[in-house]
Structures are given as C-alpha cells and as structure tokens.
C-alpha cells in the first residue's frame, strides 16, 4: 500500500507520525508525498487551539472528494484530536474508515490492514501507556532525529487540552533511549532532539513537585547521552522552568553536546495571570531562572511561547509580559492567541478578551521580537560560530545551511569537504532578517 500522512501540530506529532511510518515502511508499504498516490491516507491531528483542529478538519473532509473517486481508499485519524472526539469523528465525516487516539498510534499499521481485508469501521482511543516504547521506529534520514522521552502531562495548566488528550506523563527507561540514541548515531544521525511535554520532568514518576536541587534524572540522561560517540549535538525541547535546578544546571554546562538554547515557555509575565493559568511560577522567578543559567552558560539563547488574551488579561497584565519578554531578550517567540479549549479549566472562564484585541498583542509582541532578532543577528557579525552543517539550502541551491548551536541559521558556499552532519566553523560575515551568512573557515 501507499500511504500519506499529513502531521499537524507539534513536534511530538512529526515524531509519532515518522515513527508510523516507518512501521509501514517496514511491514513493506511505502510513504508517498503526495495524497492522490495513496491507498492510506493518514492525519496525525492536533487540538491545542480551535484553530488547529478547524484546519484538520476542513482537510479531512476535502478528501471525501478522493474517497468518492477511489472507495477502497483507506482514510484514518490519529493523534490529539481523534483523541478528544473519537466515536464523534466518525459520525460527523462518513468516509473516514479508522480514529486512533494518542495512546493507539503504534496499531495505525494493522489497523489500515485489517480495514482493507474486513472494511469495517474502527474506532479505538483507549489509554495506553504501557506501549510507550512502541513508536521507536525512525524513518527520516537526515543528521538530525528526534527522540520522545516522555509522554503526557500531569501539570494541567488551566488553558491546556495536553493532560486530557495525551494522558498522564510517563517516562521512557533510560535504557530504551539510549539505545535507540546509539543506534540513530550508528545509522549516521549526529544530532538527537529530546521531545516530551516536559522533558525536565523526565524519570520523575509523574511527581508535579519540581524535585530537591540535587535531584534531576533528566539530568542524568543528558551526562549519557553526551558520552555516546559520534554525536555532535544533544537538543531538548520543552522544559518547565521550575525544573531548572541546580542539579541539571550544571549537567547542561558540562556536557558539551547539549546545545546552548533553550525553549522556555513563559506564557504571561503577569503573576496574576500565571496563578490563573496555573503555572507553579511568578515573573520573578523566572527572571531569576534565567539569570541562574546565564550566569553557568552565558552564550545561552532563549526561545519561549506566549499566550496573549487570556480570559482577564488586561492592558497592564500585557504590558507586563511584554516587558519581560524584551527584558529576557529571547531570540525566538512563538506567541498565540488564546483559544478555550472545552474541558480544559480556562473554558469556564469568559473570554473577555475580543479577538481584534488579541490580534493587536500578538501584533505588538511580534513587532518586538523582529526589532530584537535582527539587533541580535546583527551583533554576531565578524564573529565565528560552530555550525551543524545541514545540507543544500532550500532558497539558494548554490548555499548550504547550518545551524549554531544557539540555534541561529547559517547560510554558506560550501566547500569540497562539507557533508551534512560535519561540525564546521564559519566567520558570520553579514545578517538578515531571520538568519546569517558566512564563510566557511
Ligand atoms: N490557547 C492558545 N494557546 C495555547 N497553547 C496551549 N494551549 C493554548 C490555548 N488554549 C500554547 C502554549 C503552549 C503552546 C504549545 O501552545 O503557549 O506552550
Ligand atoms: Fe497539539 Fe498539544 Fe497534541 Fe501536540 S500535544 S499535537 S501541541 S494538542
């Protein structure tokens, strides 16, 4: 069979749905790119805004028109939003044939070969968290892989649909991640990026108490991981802030695979707006966070994300965010307009911000951020930076790209002796707006 999956979503998402994939692939199937090549079609479904899941949905039932044309089609939901409306799916779009939930991805394969040898209907959002180690299969051959290291969230931050469609965080074993990180590198990978909801949470049990200063598996895993030879680069992404302690504080400054940069979601810079979002942090303590680890890693960056329009969050509430965003100085943001969520605590809440209101803070913020990334691009001029190279650029295929380890991107002639997945340096010789150019050395 030829199968298409379209991913919506996170990155935990791109992950699940190349680990699908590859299950295909090794069942003898192959994965086509475009969706009137497919026997299967699969959507790997998102439902952190409403507006993710109308996107999902508005596709998902474009595709009647390809069922209509070809009945032995073979159409399959999976993921977050088949998670939080199961049976319902199936009802409001008749020609899908399968809804898997989060806990049910890894049966994507034998449940699109048991549709097309019985052609019945299925439905299946069990919990399941006992499988957690069955999407380890990779499928992607690039110099950069992901790794899930936890699954599900146990923080239940008031806005949030993650705990009630992903389910209660459990880790992976330790021994199961290395592992699969030792056999990624074998197979040519050089950088692994860490996935979990909150990946310093990792190997905690599902405690939400951040743990003693001196206590941080996370932490542990990374010191491993940076000893496994022929990996470049160690990345991660998200972490909670309070998990930041001292413990894994120094892990990241003495392991020199884990990149200097870190997603730090903030969401408000507002305390009043925090405790009702409830985040187990004040602005003040963030701040500190970020001053603690400057000061163990002072060339770290900074990326977060930001919710604007809260139910109650005044002109005061924003301004204070937007303070503190331009205080932290983050070098990348990703800033969302607060959509309730039904289930997720926030949605009882009015939601008392108009969406023009929201439009115009996202708007203020964003204009910040490019005034603050292109000062920042630019001061790294006549510097010299280590690059991950990553391959022919996408715009320019006379240039390559590579990333720091900042996450800044690089583009660059390339050489005779460059290949992707070489570590080079490169002296930054000008800035744009989004990225930098240099020289290789
Ligand atoms: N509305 C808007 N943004 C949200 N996020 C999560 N839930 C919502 C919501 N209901 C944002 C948060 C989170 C990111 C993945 O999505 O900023 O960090
Ligand atoms: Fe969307 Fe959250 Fe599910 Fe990722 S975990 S797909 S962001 S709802």
């Known amino acids: 069979m030829k199968v298409f999956i379209k991913t919506y979503g996170c990155q935990m998402n791109e992950r ?17 790119d475009h969706e009137n090549d497919a026997d299967v079609l699969l959507f790997n479904t998102c439902s952190v805004r409403d507006a993710a899941e109308r996107k999902a949905k508005g596709k998902i039932g474009f595709m009647r028109k390809l069922k209509l044309r070809n009945p032995d089609l073979i159409i399959g939901v999976m993921g977050c939003m088949a998670q939080r409306l199961g049976d319902q799916l199936l009802a409001e779009l008749p020609h899908l044939d399968f809804v898997l939930g ?23 959002t069990d919990v399941a968290p006992e499988e957690i180690d069955m999407l380890g299969a990779h499928s992607v051959n690039s110099q950069s892989a992901q790794i899930a290291i ?20 459990v880790s992976r074993s330790k021994e199961s991640i290395l592992d699969e990180a030792r056999s990624l590198v074998d197979s040519g990978v050089r950088e692994i990026l860490l996935l ?3 990946v310093a949470a990792y190997g905690l049990n599902g405690d939400i108490r951040p743990p003693a200063e001196d206590h941080s598996p996370f932490a542990e895993l990374l010191e491993e991981l940076n000893e496994i030879p022929g990996l470049a680069r160690i990345r991660y992404t998200s972490p909670y802030v309070s998990y930041f302690n001292t413990r894994l504080i120094s892990a990241l400054a ?27 942090y004040t602005a003040q303590s963030y701040r500190d966070k ?5 000061s163990a890693m002072p060339d770290l960056t900074f990326s977060t ?7 109650g969050e005044t002109e005061e509430d924003f301004n204070l965010t937007r303070e ?23 949605a009882t809440l009015a939601d008392t911000v108009s969406e023009e209101e929201k439009l115009r803070r996202n708007n203020i913020l964003l204009d910040d951020l490019q005034l603050r990334i292109g000062a920042k691009l630019a001061s790294l001029t006549g510097s010299t930076q280590e690059i991950l190279c990553e391959g022919v650029s996408a715009r320019n295929p006379a240039r390559w790209t590579g990333r720091t380890g900042t996450n800044f991107v690089v583009h660059f002639d390339p050489d005779a002796n460059v290949r992707p997945g070489y570590l080079r340096q490169v002296k930054i010789t000008r800035s744009g707006n989004v990225s930098l150019f240099g020289e290789l050395i």
């Open 290 to 294: 970020v001053a603690q680890l400057r």
């Open 16 to 32: 699940d749905s190349e680990a699908v994939g590859a299950l295909f692939v090794q069942a003898g199937h192959t994965l086509c």
């Open 196 to 198: 979990g909801q909150n």
């Open 324 to 346: 503190l965003m331009n205080e932290v100085g983050f070098e990348q943001a990703y800033i969302f307009k607060y959509s309730p969520r039904p289930g997720a605590k926030s």
């Open 254 to 280: 003495n392991c020199s695979k884990v990149c200097r940069n870190i997603h730090l979601p903030l969401q408000s810079g507002s305390d009043r707006i925090l405790a009702a979002m409830n985040r187990q």
């Open 102 to 124: 989060t806990g049910q991805i890894h049966k994507a394969l034998e449940t699109a070969e048991k549709i097309a040898a019985e052609r019945k209907k299925i439905a299946n």
């Open 150 to 169: 936890t699954r599900g969230c146990n923080r239940f931050c008031s806005y949030c649909i993650v705990p009630y469609v992903r389910g209660r965080e």
């Open 305 to 311: 994300d930001v919710i604007v329009g809260f139910p």
